[in-house]
Every structure is written in structure tokens, then in C-alpha cells.
């Protein structure tokens, strides 16, 4: 017999519901969200059981880990597709959700989720702590920037991360008044900012031990924050069919409504990693205009910029930047600037 399990979890509970290819429901509990309950609750039932599905979420890395070391093979549902067809049950319960999880598997109507690798979430993980660390130092800069200029003190609008310490303890010498409330900013600030040299020291070593991002950064604009947080949000390159898809993943292709005479192409998506997209903008930016190496692709983008507008030449040159990233790491070639008649 054939068993569709299925998992509706939350952060303290799962809902267990097992049907068969009839739609039968064959057994049904609730356990806590725990890899050791789930997997006792489903051999309790049947050693028959091989595959589990659920929708991704924020226990997704964790139990999918758990459930393949435990010998079951793991489906993660794409969770807007899920979220669409659960809405039409009267009852929002999460044994309904359970029961609705198990018909969608048995029936396969379901767009399956890659579940990315343990080294890409570790290093998520360093990418997402030092930008953290990173906004935190930013916003007490501006903090103090705001209570400095109570005095009619006015720092540069251009100043480092770097020099901000230096010039601001200069500034407050000469106003004893205000040192109390400044100076313990300050030193907080100071903190913050050498953990994130830290962290950033440390996502530098990466990407110089890292054949694939010293690659990608062979392209004009990409730095080591873009080529790790691309290699990161993409994970195996092999699970995209053609490279194509890379642009439309990560929300970068127009969102399009037809339905009969009506045909409207709106705003990108913005579907998929939001890091990923951000990165891959700021690297087009810098192709584009800050960039002193010609190439084809960036006179395509000053082309465009001329005709449809700066933001919109940004946003088609970071589409074609993860076209071509994802080929390059295919192919483990480097970039190619184009032919001399498109660099001049």
C-alpha cells in the first residue's frame, strides 16, 4: 500500500495525517515539533512510510535534515501554492491543514522546494549577521549625528565608517557638556563596528578560499558580498534547467496578468531572495556607472538607461548579471567583455 504522509507544522506542534492512494485517511496525530516524535509517531504506525511531505517554512532546514538522516525521503511545498489551495476549506484547523497537505500530495499538484545545502545556510547565516551588525553601527552614527547638531556641529555627509570615531570624539572635546550623553554612544558604536570588521574579515577569507566567487567576480560590478550571497542563494546551479530561470527566481522578471482581452505586465515579481535580488542590483548599479572597464553588457545598459530610464537599465542589466553568473559557474568560464567594436 501507498502512503501519503503529510506534516502541518508549527513552531511547538505538528499535525501528522497519513492517507492512502484513495484518499482514506489511515492515521492522524499531533506530536511536538521534534524530529525524534515525528519520527517515532510515524514507525509506531507503519515502517512502510518513505516519504513525508510539508510546506516550507521556518522549520523547514531542520526537520528536512532530521527526516533524510532518519531514512524518509522529504517533499518541501512551495508555500503560497499550498497556502492557495488550503483556502478553500471552510475550517482553518491544523489537522484540516494536515488532511488538505496529504490530498495535495497524493494527487501531485504541487511545486516542489529545493532545500539548500548545510554550508549556504552557515553561509547565510555570517552574510546575515555581519549586515546586522553593520545596520545597527549605521544607525547609531546617525543617532549621534542628530544629537551633535544640537551644538551646530555638522559632520561630513561623506564620512567612513572608518574616520567617524576619530572626527566625532574631536568634535565632542570641546563640549564637555555633552560628553555624559555622547562618549557611551560612541564606545557602543566603536564596539559594533570592530565585530563587523570582524565579520566582514571573515566573509573576505571565504570568498579568497572560493574558486567559484574569485569566477564570478571576474565580472564588472561583482564584488565578494554579491559573488557569496549569489552562490549562497542559488546553492546547486545544476537544479536550474536553463539559466534563464536564475532572473525569474529571484523576482527579477516582470509579474504578468492575462485573462482574456486583458493583458497587463506590471512591476518585477520580487519573488524569491530578497538578498540575492538586492545584491545583484547593486552590482548592475556599479556596472553601469561606477565601472571604469567597457564591455558589452555595460553598453547595453548605458543604451537603455538613454531610452527607458536609469532605474530600468539597472534592473535589466542585474536580469542579465544572474544569467550570466549562472552560466560562468556552469561552465567554469570567466566573464567575457565583448567584442572591440562593443567596447568602443
Known amino acids: 500500500m501507498a502512503y501519503h504522509t503529510a506534516l502541518d507544522v508549527s513552531l511547538r506542534s505538528v499535525s501528522i495525517c497519513v492517507i492512502d492512494d484513495d484518499g482514506v485517511i489511515l492515521h492522524e496525530a499531533k506530536v511536538a515539533s521534534d524530529v525524534d516524535a515525528i519520527v517515532g509517531c510515524l514507525k509506531r504506525f507503519s515502517l512502510d512510510i518513505r516519504t513525508?511531505?510539508?510546506e516550507a517554512g521556518t522549520l523547514t532546514q531542520y526537520l528536512t535534515y532530521g527526516l533524510q538522516s532518519a531514512g524518509y525521503e522529504v517533499i518541501c511545498l512551495e508555500a503560497r501554492q499550498v497556502s492557495a489551495a488550503l483556502a478553500a476549506m471552510r475550517n482553518k484547523t491544523d489537522r484540516n491543514d494536515a488532511r488538505g497537505i496529504a490530498q495535495i500530495l497524493r494527487t501531485g499538484w504541487y511545486s516542489r522546494v529545493h532545500v539548500k545545502s548545510l554550508e549556504?545556510?552557515?553561509?547565510?547565516?555570517?552574510?546575515?549577521?555581519?549586515?546586522?551588525?553593520?545596520?545597527?553601527?549605521?544607525?547609531?552614527?546617525?543617532?549621534?549625528?542628530?544629537l551633535i547638531r544640537l551644538l551646530g556641529v555638522r559632520l561630513p555627509g561623506t564620512l567612513k565608517h572608518g574616520a567617524f570615531d576619530a572626527v566625532l570624539r574631536e568634535a565632542i572635546a570641546t563640549h564637555a557638556a555633552l560628553a555624559p550623553a555622547?562618549?557611551?554612544?560612541?564606545?557602543?558604536?566603536?564596539?559594533?563596528?570592530?565585530?563587523?570588521?570582524?565579520?566582514?574579515?571573515?566573509?573576505?577569507?571565504?570568498?579568497?578560499?572560493?574558486?567559484?566567487?574569485?569566477?564570478?567576480?571576474?565580472?564588472?560590478?561583482?564584488?565578494?558580498?554579491?559573488?557569496?550571497?549569489?552562490?549562497?542563494?542559488?546553492?546547486?546551479p545544476t537544479r536550474f534547467k536553463r539559466s534563464r530561470t536564475v532572473a525569474a527566481h529571484f523576482g527579477l522578471t516582470p509579474r504578468?496578468?492575462?485573462?482574456?482581452?486583458?493583458?497587463?505586465?506590471?512591476?518585477?515579481?520580487?519573488?524569491g531572495d530578497p538578498d540575492v535580488r538586492s545584491a545583484l542590483y547593486v552590482a548592475a548599479n556599479a556596472l553601469v556607472t561606477r565601472s571604469a572597464e567597457w564591455s558589452s553588457l555595460k553598453v547595453w545598459g548605458r543604451r537603455l538607461a538613454k531610452t527607458r530610464g536609469h532605474q530600468r537599465a539597472v534592473?535589466?542589466?542585474?536580469?542579465?548579471?544572474?544569467?550570466?553568473?549562472?552560466?560562468?559557474?556552469?561552465?567554469?568560464?570567466?566573464?567575457r567583455y565583448g567584442s572591440a567594436e562593443a567596447a568602443s
Request: charged letters at 25%.
Open 120 to 146: 549556504s545556510h552557515l553561509i547565510r547565516a555570517l552574510l546575515s549577521s555581519r549586515k546586522a551588525v553593520l545596520k545597527k553601527c549605521v544607525d547609531l552614527e546617525n543617532e549621534l549625528r542628530g
Open 52 to 54: 513525508v511531505g510539508f
Open 256 to 271: 504578468r496578468y492575462q485573462s482574456g482581452e486583458v493583458d497587463n505586465p506590471g512591476h518585477i515579481s520580487k519573488a
Open 182 to 236: 555622547l562618549v557611551p554612544l560612541l564606545d557602543a558604536r566603536l564596539v559594533l563596528y570592530q565585530t563587523y570588521l570582524k565579520l566582514d574579515n571573515q566573509v573576505k577569507s571565504l570568498v579568497r578560499d572560493d574558486a567559484v566567487c574569485q569566477r564570478l567576480m571576474t565580472v564588472p560590478g561583482v564584488g565578494s558580498i554579491t559573488a557569496l550571497t549569489f552562490k549562497a542563494g542559488v546553492d546547486d
Open 315 to 335: 534592473i535589466a542589466v542585474a536580469r542579465k548579471l544572474a544569467v550570466i553568473l549562472h552560466k560562468m559557474w556552469l561552465d567554469g568560464t570567466d566573464f
